[in-house]
């Protein structure tokens, strides 16, 4: 069973529409959740952090996490076209060191 | 200032060789990763050291071999590259080793021929 796990999509949004992401784990250990944006050919890029059950703002961004579901997501609002990237979701898995998932595509049609 | 970097950004060579990848932090991070990213985007951990002592030695062909001279920085030499070594190769650093934001640097693209 895969430690993080997202939907390769591509989930298509039209601009300005609220795009969701999902990402679920398996370790019930797990404090540490993060969200990374991965342009074409370029690095990750950290876009939020969450470590307590609930949601957390910043901008246009909100994440959401549900420790007794394990379950996070990742709500972008108003999206737009320079938003289209694969976002990576990754969680402390107890390994000393950050689990990724495989990502989800993101196209924002304009 | 650049934040995590690495060379080279590209990598081209032909099976059988031995190449070198190196990664420079200037956040004085003491932790520092190695990952792999595959055609599907598949971000994989390689190896990662806290202070220069290696923490995570994942299911990597021993061809690998990661140096850690100083907390700042961190190489992968690779020796004999096969053809399935060709992939984005990623360092990465954070303040302390577990679940710790991470920063990446821009990657080398590696392609075996």
């Known amino acids: 069973q895969k430690e993080v796990e997202q939907n390769s999509g591509p989930l298509s949004v039209p601009e300005g529409a609220i795009a969701s992401l999902n990402c679920t784990y398996s370790d019930r250990g797990s404090q540490s959740f993060f969200w990374y944006r991965q342009y074409s050919g370029k690095s990750p890029e950290l876009i939020m952090s969450?470590?307590?059950?609930g949601d957390k703002e910043d901008g246009r961004f909100t994440a959401q996490l549900n420790k007794a579901s394990q379950y996070v997501s990742l709500l972008i609002r108003d999206s737009q076209p320079s938003d289209s990237a694969t976002y990576l979701c990754?969680?402390?898995?107890?390994?000393?060191?950050?689990?990724f998932g495989s990502g989800t595509r993101l196209q924002v049609q304009p | 200032d650049t934040a995590v970097s690495q060379t080279p950004k590209y990598l081209v060579t032909q099976m059988g060789n031995d190449k070198s990848i190196k990664c420079e932090q200037n956040?004085?991070?003491?932790?520092m990763y190695w990952y792999k990213q595959d055609s599907k985007k598949f971000l994989k951990i390689m190896f990662s050291?806290?202070?220069?002592?290696?923490?995570i030695n994942e299911t990597v062909p021993n061809r690998f071999s990661p140096k850690s001279p100083d907390k700042a920085h961190l190489n992968l030499h690779i020796n004999s590259l096969e053809l399935g070594d060709s992939a984005v190769y990623f360092c990465?650093?954070?303040?302390?080793?577990?679940?710790?934001?991470?920063?990446f640097g821009p990657g080398t693209r590696l392609l075996v021929l």
């Open positions: 990754a969680a402390d898995t107890g390994r000393r060191a950050l689990t």
């Open positions: 990465a650093s954070s303040p302390r080793e577990g679940g710790e934001t991470q920063y």
């Open positions: 050291y806290n202070n220069k002592e290696l923490i």
């Open positions: 969450i470590y307590s059950n």
């Open positions: 956040l004085g991070h003491d932790t």
